[in-house]
C-alpha cells in the first residue's frame, strides 16, 4: 500500500522560507506526476504544483509563481516545495499527493503538513 | 482558465439520494476527465470517483459518477445516504497543462 509523509511545516514570519519534503513509499515514485495540494483554513483544497516523472514539466498556481519551486528526486523517493517570500495567505495545510490512476483509480494523499505564516 | 462551481451546500435524510453538481465555466466539461474527493472532518481527501465515472476499489457502488455536456456539468450521486456519508466533497479536473482544477466544495449533511 503506498503511502506519503510530509514534513518541514511550522511557524514563519511573513517574507520568511520553508521547505516541506515528501517521502513516498509503496509505489514506483518515479512512473508518476506528482502535487502539492494546500488548504487554508476552514477553506477549501486549491492545486498549488505539480511536477512530471523526470521533472522536466512543472506547473505553479499563479499566486505562488516565481515565489515556490517544485522539485524532486526519484532516486530518494521524495517530492519537495521550495517556498519564498511567505505571506499570510500561504497559511495553510500542505498535502503532497499522487493522483488517482487509470484502471484502479488508486491515489495517494499524505497526512499534511501544517504552514502558519505570522509575525 | 476555468472554474469548475458547486452548492456551497446540501442535505438529505438517511437512506434517500442526492446529487451533487460541479458545473464548469468554460470548455467542455467532456475535455478533462473529472475527479470526486471525500473530506471528513480532521481528515485528508479519498478519491470516490475518477475519470468521470470510475470508482476505486473499495468506494461503495452507493457512489456514481457522470457528466452532462448539455449542462456542461458532472454530478455526483450518492444513494442509500448513511450518516458515515456527511463530508465535504469537492470535483476536480485538469486544464490543458495538466494543472489541477477544484470546485469549491460542497458540504454533505444527512440528517
Known amino acids: 500500500e503506498g503511502q506519503l509523509v510530509e514534513s518541514g511545516g511550522g511557524l514563519v514570519q511573513p517574507g520568511g522560507s520553508l521547505r516541506l519534503s515528501c517521502a513516498a513509499s509503496g509505489f514506483t515514485f518515479s512512473s508518476h506526476w506528482m502535487t502539492w495540494i494546500r488548504q487554508a483554513p476552514g477553506k477549501g483544497l486549491e492545486w498549488v504544483a505539480n511536477?512530471?516523472?523526470?521533472?522536466?514539466?512543472?506547473y505553479y498556481v499563479d499566486s505562488v509563481e516565481g515565489r515556490f519551486t517544485i522539485s524532486r528526486d526519484n532516486a530518494k523517493k521524495s517530492l519537495y516545495l521550495q517556498m519564498n517570500s511567505l505571506r499570510a495567505e500561504d497559511t495553510a495545510v500542505y498535502y503532497c499527493t499522487r493522483g488517482p490512476v487509470s484502471g484502479t483509480g488508486k491515489g495517494y494523499w499524505g497526512q499534511g503538513t501544517l504552514v502558519s505564516v505570522s509575525s | 482558465n476555468f472554474m469548475l462551481t458547486q452548492p456551497h451546500s446540501v442535505s438529505e435524510s438517511p437512506g434517500k439520494t442526492v446529487t451533487i453538481s460541479c458545473t464548469r465555466s468554460s470548455g467542455s466539461i467532456a475535455s478533462n476527465y473529472v475527479q470526486w474527493y471525500q473530506q471528513r472532518p480532521g481528515s485528508c481527501p479519498t478519491t470516490v470517483i475518477y475519470e468521470d465515472h470510475q470508482r476505486p476499489s473499495g468506494v461503495p457502488d452507493r457512489f456514481s459518477g457522470s457528466i452532462d455536456s448539455s449542462s456542461n456539468s458532472a454530478s455526483l450521486t450518492i444513494s442509500g445516504l448513511k450518516t458515515e456519508d456527511e463530508a465535504d466533497y469537492y470535483c476536480?479536473?485538469?486544464?490543458?497543462?495538466?494543472?489541477?482544477?477544484f470546485g469549491g466544495g460542497t458540504k454533505l449533511t444527512v440528517l
Open positions: 511536477i512530471k516523472q523526470d521533472g522536466t514539466e512543472k
Open positions: 476536480q479536473s485538469y486544464d490543458s497543462s495538466n494543472r489541477w482544477v
